[in-house]
């Protein structure tokens, strides 16, 4: 017995094509996320009904004369009815071209084929992959359909027809299988399945174990000294010893005199480091501020004397506390 047309579902699903407006942000969903989507609606619409019965009265004669209302097609019916909501084109347009497959499924298939994502989006639709595998053929991932990329990282295309296999590796993963350990970590575990690696101290750029002491190479701004990766000073870019005097290069902000890392004072260059009219310049360590004079406001070109002020030649602006810069 096959379940009534649904009527005029044809007309609302061009109505509603029609009417909605385009509005170039929205991504589509692709084949197999739309399978998969109505494969979730569909076990949720199962989830709700699980407890209901027919409550005709004559209890006995429905589930002699109709079957159990567990594989009942008016279960079913309740389930598709409330499958998508009407504003859902991609939805409704799915279970229009393909509510005979479902219905097969509920009725001869289901117990033969208890997984109706693979049955319906794997196998006969052919729009998803199992997880683990990938692309047309839905071949397994590198390392492997159980555990894709060694546990370590993403399969491109899990679990679709696209994607290459190929492992998107996790922080502190690398290489093709995600088996090896980046720069910045080291291996606490590692065989031919299976690795683990921990970060290293924050001053080491490779290493064999957690303390500054296992580094094999210091980061930028830090200097190995006696085994131990010691920090540069805070004026330096890389360093051969302790303190400014021993900066390969230094930050942005410092100079070097006198074979130190020095401030630059922008204030007092040349070259005005505050350009609008009437501003105050500030140096800071490394950087320098401007300001509005008091009695001035901000605008786009210039600061502007309010309305208000009465700030006068006698009672000069005072520079602001090192605390409000």
């Not at 009527?7 to 991504?27: D, E, F, M």
């Not at 002699?64 to 389930?79: D, Q």
């Not at 196998?123 to 060694?150: F, H, I, M, N, W």
């Not at 330096?236 to 004072?265: L, N, R």
Request: with cysteine.
């Amino acid at each position: 017995m096959r379940l009534p047309p649904r009527a005029s579902l044809g007309l609302l699903l061009l109505l509603l094509s029609l009417s909605s407006p385009a509005t170039g942000t929205t991504r589509k969903p692709t084949p197999c996320q739309q399978c998969r989507d109505l494969v979730d609606k569909f076990l949720q619409g199962m989830a709700n009904t699980a407890k209901k019965n027919f409550g005709g009265g004559n209890t006995a004669w429905e589930e002699k004369t109709l079957s159990k209302y567990e594989f009942s097609e008016v279960r079913l019916l309740e389930i598709l009815e409330g499958l998508c909501e009407s504003s859902d084109f991609e939805c409704n347009q799915m279970l229009e071209q393909h509510e005979e497959q479902l219905e097969d499924w509920w009725l001869q298939l289901k117990k033969a084929q208890p997984d109706l994502f693979e049955w319906f989006c794997v196998e006969t639709l052919k729009t998803c992959c199992v997880q683990g595998t990938y692309g047309p053929d839905c071949q397994a991932c590198q390392g492997g359909a159980q555990r894709p990329c060694s546990g370590n990282g993403h399969c491109r295309g899990d679990g679709t027809r696209h994607g290459d296999g190929s492992c998107q590796c996790h922080m502190g993963y690398k290489g093709p299988l995600c088996l090896d350990c980046a720069d910045g970590y080291f291996s606490l575990l590692k065989n031919e399945t299976h690795s683990i690696c921990k970060a290293c101290d924050e001053s080491c750029k490779t290493c064999s174990g957690p303390t500054s002491r296992d580094c094999h190479k210091c980061e930028v701004g830090w200097l190995q000294v006696d085994g131990n990766c010691t920090a540069c000073d805070p004026t330096c870019v890389g360093c051969t010893g302790k303190g400014p005097a021993k900066c390969k290069e230094c930050v942005t902000g410092y100079t070097k005199e006198s074979g130190e890392c020095t401030d630059i004072d922008e204030c007092s260059l040349a070259e005005k480091a505050c350009r609008r009219e009437n501003e105050n310049c500030y140096n800071t360590p490394g950087s320098f501020v401007c300001v509005c004079p008091e009695g001035f406001e901000e605008t786009k070109d210039a600061c502007v004397r309010t309305a208000e002020s009465e700030v006068t030649e006698e009672y000069p602006t005072q520079p602001p506390s090192r605390e409000d810069l």
